[in-house]
């Protein structure tokens, strides 16, 4: 007797099972076939003789709901100072963000000239910012209160020099809530931080306004011998995911000059964007020369006298314009020469891989001086923007990049002491004229040929807030090739762009820019 067929599509399920014959030449039988029992007249009556036939093929059909698969979020490239873009990182994921490393200002300024090496305070603030949020009082949040820390710049030298061994040796209030084992490797790193500052104890170290970030990463970077290194210590102690890249992998000091149009030179960037005085106290002439007993120096670093160790990044916002435009922006070594430096090559590879560039903006600074509210505006940081971009192979990287759909300059409200009376149009000219400028040595013979391409192959959209102090000239703007995207702040006013609206604009130009 064949076998009924049984379908239950309750579940969107169908079974198709065919019976076999029990005979000797059978294939095999069906798992639902009951075996005969001798004896039981209901059943052996029910056989029959095989029929030797095709057997047929089990078969499950499953009916399933389609879901559609959501598309992942753009991948960026991200081109800014430290604090430069701190404000609107919550805008970006998938990011790869590029700093500069010729900041010579606050504690920065002070380990370069005892320690030397590359910068490091922007890196250390991005790094900080990018830091997971973690619930106060957990050991992330300790670990991040720690490292932001900074010697108040109001203590006396002795004062800075008895907080910063606390630190040290382990004693201080900053280490409660940290786990040992991480408590240990970072205090292992202050230690060696130490142990190279005595080395060079006659150039007296000054700890005032230091960051104690600032002294880990240098002494990471020292230790290894290697920024990327530091940089990815410092990211797995704090369980950050930041993919940061320093613009110039080297173990040396970066200093940038600007040539003004008027002749004038500007050497280091915080004399150029904001210089403060020097220390009125007599520095020892020896801390400006080579020491010979140095085991890091004469390798040519740059050793120069205390300067910006008082510096703090809330006097940006008070500044006293150049008298003349930026010509253009270059790096010099310790001599003062002109040199063209290689750029990171994984900066190179992420234009040739992300979706969309970003030349983001400055920072939002706020703080409260004898009850007045003073609010620090967000400035265009072409200082730390334009050092990103005045290195070989960086402009053919972004202009002939495959995969870049969308180049995008954020402008911001305000203008700061080197663009005093820029436009729009202004900040993207200057952007297309540095990646526009040669940086290599310049050949013997006919053979000097350099591409210049258009402003569009290296900014297609333009985004602004719509009250911006910032002169906006649309109309222009378009005709070079580049689209306007104006956008409201979210509370009405024009000091500073809102993260959230800034990644739905972003959004919005990936999507047609995609079309």
């Not at 370069?112 to 106060?136: E, F």
């Not at 990171?344 to 409260?368: D, F, P």
Request: proline share 6%; glycine share 8%; aromatic share 8%.
């Amino acid at each position: 007797m064949p076998l009924d067929i049984h379908k239950d599509t309750s579940y969107g399920l169908t079974l198709t099972v065919a019976r076999q014959s029990q005979d000797s030449d059978s294939p095999g039988s069906s798992v639902f076939d009951l075996p005969p029992t001798q004896g039981t007249s209901s059943i052996s009556d029910s056989i029959v003789q095989p029929v030797r036939r095709k057997p047929q093929t089990s078969r499950l059909e499953i009916s399933q709901p389609t879901y559609e698969v959501p598309k992942p979020p753009a991948s960026f490239v991200v081109i800014s100072g430290g604090t430069g873009g701190n404000a609107i990182c919550a805008a970006f994921s998938n990011a790869s963000y590029v700093l500069p490393v010729s900041d010579d200002g606050g504690s920065s300024s002070e380990i370069i000239r005892v320690l030397g090496g590359p910068s490091i305070g922007d890196i250390r603030s991005r790094l900080i910012r990018l830091i997971p949020y973690a619930t106060p009082g957990s050991p992330l949040d300790a670990i991040r209160r720690l490292l932001s820390y900074r010697l108040p710049a109001r203590y006396s030298e002795r004062e800075a020099r008895d907080e910063w061994r606390e630190i040290v040796e382990g004693r201080n209030p900053l280490w409660v809530g940290i786990p040992a084992d991480r408590k240990e490797t970072i205090r292992g790193f202050l230690v060696y931080f130490e142990s190279e500052l005595l080395k060079r104890a006659h150039k007296n170290f000054d700890f005032r306004n230091g960051s104690i970030g600032n002294y880990f990463l240098a002494a990471a970077q020292g230790f290894f011998r290697s920024l990327p290194s530091a940089i990815f210590l410092f990211s797995s102690i704090t369980n950050s995911q930041a993919n940061i890249l320093p613009v110039i992998v080297t173990n040396h000091t970066v200093t940038i000059a600007a040539e003004l149009e008027d002749g004038r030179k500007l050497v280091g960037q915080c004399e150029i964007s904001h210089p403060v005085p020097s220390d009125s106290k007599p520095v020892d002439n020896k801390s400006s020369v080579e020491d010979v007993m140095s085991p890091l120096d004469g390798m040519g670093e740059f050793i120069s006298r205390r300067q910006n160790v008082m510096f703090e990044s809330t006097s940006k916002a008070d500044y006293e314009p150049l008298g003349s435009r930026i010509a253009r922006l270059f790096y010099i070594n310790a001599y003062g020469i002109e040199i063209h430096p290689s750029p990171n090559q994984e900066y190179i590879s992420a234009l040739s891989s992300k979706e969309v560039l970003v030349y983001s903006c400055g920072s939002l600074w706020t703080r409260h001086v004898r009850g007045k509210s003073t609010m620090r505006k967000l400035t265009q940081d072409l200082h730390s923007i334009i050092p990103c971009l005045a290195l070989r192979g960086v402009a053919s990287g972004i202009a002939r990049s495959s995969s870049l759909r969308a180049k995008i300059l954020v402008l911001n409200s305000t203008n700061d002491r080197e663009t005093d009376g820029y436009s729009a149009t202004d900040y993207i000219q200057a952007i297309a004229r540095t990646l526009n400028g040669t940086y290599q040595k310049q050949p013997y013979g006919l053979g000097n040929a350099n591409t210049t391409y258009p402003v569009s192959a290296f900014v297609t959209h333009l985004v602004y807030l719509k009250d911006g102090h910032v002169r906006v000239d649309p109309e222009h703007i378009t005709r070079l090739g580049v689209k306007c995207v104006q956008i409201t702040s979210a509370d009405g006013h024009t000091t500073s762009h809102n993260a959230e609206l800034l990644k739905q604009a972003i959004k919005e130009i990936s999507r047609s820019a995609e079309g």
